[in-house]
């Protein structure tokens, strides 16, 4: 199972909306198979892994299957998976995790177990969630999972007074940073960051960014009143079919209009002024937005921490201090008024890159 969950992996930040998924056929103690989902549409891993074990003239009946999801049991992109294991003559099928869709959960084991295949469940189950937190997120809650990235001094602020932010980290944290873009659907930003930086919000290194050219990750901006420059990389960019411009129903028609020939915009309800948070995050898991990186400015940040809205952090501490009263924060808006309110964290990792720290954890 730890080589189906290796296999998994191997295509993280690629299979979106769909799970990642490992397989391996084992018949008297040994691997006559492997295989893993490679992308949405493609074959799931229990097929790549049967069509491995054929294609060395390998005889799959009577084999075992270690699988880190329930196999699918209906029809969509593709044929259900029950069906080829059934047709294989598998006489074991072991799985890490049941299928989190309750539409779904649980129906292909009862369905293996009729047809005469045992079928264990629930090894190493905890590793295989976690491999697919935002999908399981997104399919039960239809929303994304959210993660709040920012990277700041150890005094808590991301840029000085000025807006002047580059570069707070070191490159491993940079390229780690680079990472998380690669496996999220969408980067989301305000458009304070987009004056201030003209960020690409692209990734930026070899491997992330070959994901990049076969699954483009979509940029949300926004900005309630239409103020991004037409001239901005997001718009003007060879990615810009890919930008989503998010405004309020305030915003100038002029500005809307002609952002609207260049990227996609959405008119949002409002709430207090600002755009509604709630409302977007089910626009973006209708859109099968999975999984989203908030990366700020503060503003946002604390929009979506401060309202409930994020399930994960990703905090790098740069080895540095910045001060100044004026300089602008990594989490801002309006805070807590009593300690027993404070965001907490929980499942908190800590993880050294040259000279930064990274901070992983989930919202409690």
């Avoid at 960051?193 to 491997?207: E, F, G, I, P, W």
């Avoid at 718009?235 to 129903?249: A, L, N, P």
Wanted: hydrophobic share 45%; proline share 4%.
């Amino acid at each position: 199972m730890r080589s189906a969950l290796a296999l998994a992996r191997r295509a993280y930040g690629a299979t979106s909306p769909n799970p990642m998924v490992g397989a391996v056929l084992v018949k008297n103690g040994k691997v006559i198979g492997r295989g893993w989902h490679h992308r949405a549409g493609e074959p799931h891993a229990e097929i790549e892994a049967l069509r491995d074990a054929q294609a060395k003239g390998n005889n799959p009946q009577g084999s075992t299957l270690y699988v880190t999801l329930e196999p699918c049991c209906t029809y969509g992109r593709t044929p259900p998976c029950t069906e080829a294991i059934i047709a294989a003559r598998i006489k074991k099928v072991v799985v890490a995790a049941t299928d989190p869709n309750p539409g779904h959960r649980g129906k292909a084991f009862r369905l293996l177990r009729r047809k005469g295949i045992k079928v264990v469940s629930g090894v190493l189950a905890a590793e295989a969630a976690i491999l697919n937190e935002a999908f399981n997120h997104w399919i039960v809650q239809r929303t994304p999972l959210v993660t709040v990235k920012a990277a700041m001094t150890l005094d808590g602020k991301i840029a000085t007074a000025s807006g002047e932010s580059k570069w707070i980290t070191g490159a491993k944290a940079r390229a780690y940073g680079m990472t998380l873009r690669q496996g999220a659907d969408a980067i989301l930003v305000g458009i304070n960051t987009v004056l201030a930086d003209d960020s690409s919000l692209t990734v930026r290194q070899a491997k992330a960014a070959k994901r990049q050219a076969q699954k483009p990750i979509r940029r949300i901006i926004l900005d309630s009143r239409g103020r991004t420059p037409l001239s901005a990389k997001v718009v003007s960019d060879k990615f810009r079919e890919y930008t989503t411009i998010v405004v309020g129903k305030s915003a100038p028609k002029a500005r809307v209009a002609a952002l609207a020939k260049r990227v996609k915009v959405w008119v949002a309800p409002e709430r207090r002024g600002k755009i509604d948070l709630r409302w977007l995050m089910k626009k973006l898991g209708a859109e099968q937005v999975t999984s989203l990186l908030v990366e700020g400015g503060g503003e946002v940040n604390a929009s979506f921490l401060l309202g409930g809205l994020a399930q994960r952090v990703a905090f790098f501490y740069a080895p540095k201090i910045l001060g100044g009263r004026d300089a602008r924060k990594g989490v801002a808006g309006d805070g807590v008024q009593r300690v027993a309110e404070m965001i907490k964290l929980h499942d908190v990792a800590w993880r050294r890159l040259g000279t930064d720290l990274l901070l992983t954890g989930r919202v409690l």
